[in-house]
């Protein structure tokens, strides 16, 4: 009997304790229950298949890039991340947005931001490390793609992670009516593809017996970018298009593993268009493309045949573009077609342009099913025709067909993603 009425007054209590916190939450505009943040968690589990074994895949490469190779994914299952999301409303003036990236190796912070509430003008100031949104696709999370991996132009001049950076963002909505929106963005400048601004020292012989070469290290913070996105409707369309320009120093340092450092300049230049037509309720068709050109100037740093450091003046002009198609034909299923291509590949040096192959190309076809909001499985075939070997000093495309399928669970409150 004691037990009993122990249990009701806790139970009292309880409801006594809930009741005071819903009172206080609708009363109070600032009260701690509303500023409770919002987690969710995402896991990405796949099943993969090359036809190529692993170990002959590592010796491929994309010709005139470096470290392009998905390396992340093995033949068979593979645990791709879990992405733990962490926002919330700090007081009237702020939002804070945190996100982490688990992998079977490691933990990173992803994102870990602040931005603003009330500027005015219609100023919005971002703060910390965060995706920039230089072109279309760089500033969303791997969950929200429509194809499993980056594509192409992307992985091959940005890298995996993109331009993800420790920096500042200032944006202005223009009062027009559509939208209009101008942006620029300060970074450190850390992308090792482009911007690392980490310099380096090279012994003028391989074996270490000559003298030193130090290239300094950038001033910081070295990455500066700029962007204008403007989106309107016609009807049931909505169309969404920019312009993104990047810049900065240039220090990359592959001298062990790819026999090349580079010291110089980058300026990386972006178009992007969405169009999106909704048909009903639950179908719609969307179409996307970008558009990425590269351009570096400076030295390049190698060892010859002698062991001798050669130092020669270096430049490189890189481009290409993507285009994707996604139907949407009914509340759960949807169909889409990806074609990459780098169309632009020219490397001159000491102005001798050098004989690199050009116009690769990849397809990606892929089918997703969703359960339900929280919850995708995506079928993804792609057509590789972008690697190449080297076999008797001889260079020979390969060809690369890749087949996975993905699953991906989404728990927890995630705020809607943007258009």
């Keep these: ?124 100031l971002k703060g910390g490390k965060f995706l920039s949104s230089f072109g279309r696709l760089n500033s969303q999370h791997q969950h929200f793609w429509n194809f499993s991996d980056a594509p192409l132009i992307y992985k091959s001049i940005l890298g995996e992670e993109g331009i993800n950076e420790i920096g500042i963002q200032l944006t202005y909505l223009a009062p027009l009516p559509f939208f209009l929106q101008l942006g620029t963005e300060l970074f450190q400048g850390d992308n090792e593809f482009n911007f690392n601004r980490s310099g380096f020292t090279l012994n003028t012989k391989q074996d270490l017996t000559g003298d030193e070469i130090t290239i300094k290290d ?82 390049r740093f190698y060892y010859d045949d002698n062991n001798d450091l050669v130092i020669s003046d270096y430049k490189k002009e890189q481009a290409g573009f993507y285009l994707q198609t996604v139907y949407k034909f009914n509340q759960r299923y949807r169909l889409g077609f990806r074609y990459d291509i780098i169309n632009k590949n020219d490397i001159f040096e000491n102005d001798l342009k050098q004989d690199i192959p050009s116009n690769l190309y990849r397809y990606s076809f892929m089918l997703d099913f969703f359960p339900s909001e929280f919850s995708y499985i995506r079928l993804q075939y792609n057509i590789d025709r972008t690697l190449f070997k080297e076999l008797n000093n001889v260079v020979q495309r390969e060809k690369v067909n890749e087949f996975m399928i993905q699953f991906n669970f989404s728990i927890g409150a995630h705020g809607a993603h943007g258009f």
Excluded: C
Excluded at 32 to 44: C, G, R
């Design 1 to 124: 009997m004691i037990n009993l009425f122990k249990v009701l007054l806790l139970a009292l209590f309880i409801l006594v304790f809930m009741t005071h916190d819903l009172l206080e939450a609708s009363s109070n505009p600032f009260s701690q229950v509303k500023f409770n943040p919002n987690i969710s968690l995402i896991s990405d589990f796949s099943y993969f298949s090359r036809n190529i074994k692993e170990e002959d895949y590592k010796n491929l490469y994309i010709p005139g890039f470096t470290n392009t190779l998905d390396n992340n994914k093995e033949n068979g299952f593979n645990l791709n991340y879990v992405e733990v999301d962490i926002r919330s409303t700090v007081d009237p003036y702020f939002d804070f947005v945190s996100v982490f990236h688990i992998d079977k190796e490691n933990i990173e912070i992803e994102e870990a931001y602040f931005q603003t509430r009330t500027l005015p003008h219609n100023l919005k």
């Design 218 to 299: 950038t001033n910081k913070p070295n990455l500066f970018t700029s962007f204008i996105k403007a989106s309107w409707d016609i009807g049931n369309t909505t169309i969404l298009t920019g312009l993104s320009y990047a810049t900065g120093n240039t220090r990359t340092n592959l001298i062990d593993d790819y026999n090349e450092a580079l010291s110089g300049k980058t300026n990386l230049y972006n178009f992007e268009l969405t169009i999106k037509h909704i048909i009903d309720s639950y179908r719609y068709l969307q179409f996307q493309g970008e558009y990425i050109s590269r351009k570096f100037k400076g030295s």
